[in-house]
């Protein structure tokens, strides 16, 4: 049994033994930037190539699969509403750090996707091959300037598709994004917990990606099984201190029909970023956990999962009990811009005096569904995914208060306990910024890590990890789409959840709670846009 299997037990056991280092402080003084700074790579403006009237949230989530293909202006366009900065964060809600948000040096800056702890871990770096429209190289999205920062000029294409494998989708393009995390931009807040928390961070970005694209008639997929630290080593990564945890092959537009791309690159063994990127922080920590953790994903990286090797790990139909149908998921017409402009954590705003009404619940449960798929090279196509939705409704307009569990099949709520367990999510929550009780449903995505980790090994928590942020960031975006708050977290005692749901006998672990509900009106907020609204 791998080592994923204890830290996984350990995350879920943290809010009754804490993980180690149980002491620690952040120095919040020396924190590292959120992004790397590359000072003297060369800079180029990213195009915008806007959003398209008809790329709606309702088409990202649920349309068909884009055959489409990425363009210099659509990339810098979904980068710009992915991970760029959109505005400042000066609205009034319940988080402990209001008071220092007025300060430049504290300010929190809006982005479309969401992030545990607002750290925005990921570096995204752009590997681009001869069909590409700059010269080829390696560009990191700095995401301050919006704007990308040559590392690397030449084509190491070659490498990534080496690194890919037999990866079929590889074998036709020679344009890629790959995901990489600094562990100390995380970890000097949340030590040893912090790969339970990137590697959510890397669904959640993939998910935006991925509704960002289908709205415009684009795929996103992404391999999570590759040569690792081939790849790392391409990037000038530390082995030890940043792990490299998705490539997403991009198609991308030809100018005439010939075979650009599809050319073999040349071989580069030795080609690698030599480009250091400024450390802020004075002192920057390692945690023992975080490197045992990181080093158990690292096995077998490259040994991508045959097709249906995850099958016994899927989720399993509901249980018995009484039924309640959903009405139809409430139409989501923003576009897939507007969505993640507006979308923003409710912080402690929401409210009861109205219920909700049952359809914009089942826009999220919707949502939740359609991201518990996240079309990875270790998925099977049309398998059912690896979660399951419980849901306490606290507040819903003719929904009976209680416990259900989601039939994503029949869009049916399944009772499992009648009663109101406001009380029960506060106690279970561990921070202040939350009335969970006046949220009008709480989701729970459970699913069966110690299964998933069984069938696919240690590397299978990256995929179960990224699964459940897809479905915040999903939940999120299309409460956003809905009119409704939304906030999730993981802050929450997952045991007692885990009791309350019965959910020992299915093997299952809950993983995050997603509050969704009515918000007082017209809260206080003072607007700073970066980006026209
Ligand atoms: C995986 C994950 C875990 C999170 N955990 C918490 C949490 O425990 N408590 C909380 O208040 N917010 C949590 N959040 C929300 C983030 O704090 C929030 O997305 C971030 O601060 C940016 O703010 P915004 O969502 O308003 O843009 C989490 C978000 C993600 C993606």
Redesign the pocket.
Known sequence: MGYAHEYATAVMRRGRIPMEPADFVPNWSDRPRKGKFFPDAPVLPLPDGGCADDATLGRGLFGPRGTGAFSLPLLGAMLRDSYGLTGR?LAV?A?SDLGSLPFHTHA?W??G????????PIGIHWLSGASGPLAPGVYYYDTPRNAFARTLSGDVTGEVRTALGDLEEAAETDQFLVLGVTFWQNAFKYNSFSYH?VT??I??LLQTWRMWARAHGLHIGAALWFDEPRLGRVLGLDPEEDGVFAVVPLTWEKPDEDDTGKQAAPATPGARVRHVPDERSRRVLTFPTVHAIHAATLEGAADRPAPGTLDSALVTPPGPGERVALPAPLALEATARRALRE?????GRFTATTPLDPDRLSAALAAAVAAGTLDTDAETPGAAPLTRQYVFVNHVRGIAPGIYEHDRETNELVLMKLGDFGGFLQEN???A??NLEQAAAVLVPAARTHTVLDTVGDRGLRLV?AV??AT??AV?TASSAAGMGC??????DCVSFAEELGLAERGEIPL??MMIGNEAPRPAGYRFDIVAP
């Open positions: 964060r809600q988080n929190n809006s982005r996707t969401s992030s545990g702890g607002g750290l925005y928390v959510m961070d669904g959640a979308r923003r954590s409710s912080f929550y561990f921070l910024n939350y990890n459940i942020g915040a960031q999120y906030g999730v977290a993981l802050g929450f995050l709670v």
